[in-house]
């Protein structure tokens, strides 16, 4: 599948192109894919920056007043024309310990495309647009999941060291698809007793999209009796 570029905003357009003359290599990432597949005009503009270290990255946006706030995690934030912009060099995450600062972050701009999406929670998020062709890259069935309305788990393994997952799960049902995979809730159930390790800003956070952003979010509601993850919130 391909999307016409021309969608794309022109100081996008022309940060990638600076991106490419450096020698890298840009896709997009996250809800935009979703925003682009389905016709929708993006909110955000996440971009994944392959072939550039974070340091040789964050040399060639110096002139843009780039905030190095992620750097732990390879991510650069720039603004420009009033487009806030995300770029991250792709990395893996490996848990170590407990809480959301208990992972190992790996950062690798020499990973493949499906190496990078890997770690992604949802095959709907897994997707990736190739910011110079248009093309959509499809590593893990997140186009035919997409359309039928189907929440399903990337990779199972990464899938759990995650506990803020459940949460995701709750406001992204509520918002982009209609039923969780079956094994996916199953995964989901399972993680219940790692509620603890979650820090209240990053709960807060997947509330704040369910109850703002969702048409429904008795949908959400109903996930959370659903999975059992109901018993965290004794409130309702």
């Known amino acids: 599948m391909h ?27 996250g809800g935009a894919v979703i925003d682009m597949v389905l016709g929708r005009k993006p909110k955000d503009w996440d971009l994944e920056i392959f072939r550039l270290s974070y340091d040789d990255l964050a040399a060639l946006l110096s002139d843009l007043n780039p905030k190095l706030v992620g750097r732990s995690f390879g991510i650069i934030k720039v603004n420009i024309d009033g487009f806030d912009i995300d770029l991250n060099v792709p990395r893996t ?19 493949t495309v499906e190496e990078a999406a890997r770690r992604r929670d949802f095959t709907i998020n897994a997707l990736a647009m190739d910011m110079s062709t248009g093309e959509v ?33 709750m406001q992204l049902l509520a918002r982009k698809c209609r039923v969780v995979d079956p094994h996916t809730m199953g995964l989901i159930r399972g993680m219940s ?16 999209k369910l109850l703002l952003k969702a048409e429904r979010p008795s949908v959400g509601l109903e996930f959370l009796r659903d999975s059992g993850w109901i018993v965290h919130f004794p409130e309702l």
């Open 193 to 208: 007793s790692s509620f603890a390790e979650l820090a209240p800003e990053r709960v807060h956070e997947e509330w704040r």
């Open 3 to 29: 999307i016409n570029t021309s969608r794309i905003p022109r100081c996008v357009k022309s940060l990638v192109d600076r991106v490419v003359a450096g020698g890298g290599k840009a896709t997009l990432v």
């Open 137 to 169: 890259i499809d590593p893990f069935g997140g186009l035919a999941d997409l359309h039928a309305g189907i929440l399903r788990a990337t990779d199972d393994h990464l899938f759990v060291q995650d506990p803020l997952r459940g949460l995701r799960a």
């Open 93 to 111: 995450d490996n848990k170590v310990g407990i809480g959301h600062k208990g992972f190992e972050v790996m950062m690798d701009p020499t990973m």
